[in-house]
T-cell receptor
Framework: AQSVTQLDSHVSVSEGTPVLLRCNYS??????LFWYVQHPNKGLQLLLK??????LVKGINGFEAEFKKSETSFHLTKPSAHMSDAAEYFC????????????FGQGTELSVKP | GAVVSQHPSWVICKSGTSVKIECRSL??????MFWYRQFPKQSLMLMAT?????????EQGVEKDKFLINHASLTLSTLTVTSAHPEDSSFYIC?????????????FGPGTRLTVL
């Protein structure tokens, strides 16, 4: 069975400081992992994905995530937060035998203070 | 990049009426599309998997007679909320995968806000 846990429901940072959004997963097979961002009343935009290639994945808007199998983690980071980063972030897992079904984490709301 | 559209973006209807939401892949074909429901401040809940040319596969607890899904072509899936009630008010989002790989990226529509009075 697959599952994903986002360890923080809300994270608040100041503009220009680093961002860390934590995600742990559980998967019976080699997982594919994604981070999506959702701005208010909008659909989801893909930030980055891991599909068994390089463990350090670089995404759009300066975000990156590192797949750590030993820790079953896929934390999202950004060196310097921007006001426009304020949004809801979802960590998502799937595996090859699930027919494309995605399992979503509970979401982390990121606030960025001026 | 791959674009998925939804129509309408928002709809208000009276209790007891039916509402149809369209999901289109604009620049790619998708044999499989997915329908999600999202309540305020909550995560996305998968409702059903829509397969072109065959019946949809519904998740446990989702009423298939309530939420009718049709995937008539490789670029269009529709979700019809039948006899809508206020508790059906929600944000409905679809997604589609342009590749044949079940672990590749899915692209999401912008969502449809349904309010049932």
């Amino acid at each position: 069975a697959q599952s994903v846990t986002q360890l923080d429901s809300h994270v608040s940072v100041s503009e220009g400081t680093p961002v860390l959004l934590r995600c742990n997963y559980s998967s019976s097979y080699s997982p594919s992992l994604f981070w999506y961002v959702q701005h208010p009343n909008k659909g989801l935009q893909l930030l980055l994905k891991y599909t068994s290639a390089a463990t350090l994945v670089k995404g759009i808007n300066g975000f990156e995530a590192e797949f750590k199998k030993s820790e079953t983690s896929f934390h999202l980071t950004k060196p310097s937060a921007h006001m426009s980063d304020a949004a809801e972030y979802f960590c998502v897992v799937t595996q090859y035998n699930q027919g494309g079904k995605l399992i979503f984490g509970q979401g982390t709301e990121l606030s960025v203070k001026p | 990049g791959a674009v998925v559209s939804q129509h309408p973006s928002w709809v208000i209807c009276k209790s007891g009426t039916s509402v149809k939401i369209e999901c289109r892949s604009l620049d790619f074909q998708a044999t499989t599309m997915f329908w999600y429901r999202q309540f305020p401040k909550q995560s996305l809940m998968l409702m059903a998997t829509s397969n072109e040319g065959s019946k949809a596969t519904y998740e446990q607890g989702v009423e298939k007679d309530k939420f009718l899904i049709n995937h008539a072509s490789l670029t269009l899936s529709t979700l019809t909320v039948t006899s809508a009630h206020p508790e059906d008010s929600s944000f409905y989002i679809c997604s589609a995968d342009p590749s044949l790989s079940s672990t590749d990226t899915q692209y999401f529509g912008p969502g449809t806000r349904l309010t049932v009075l």
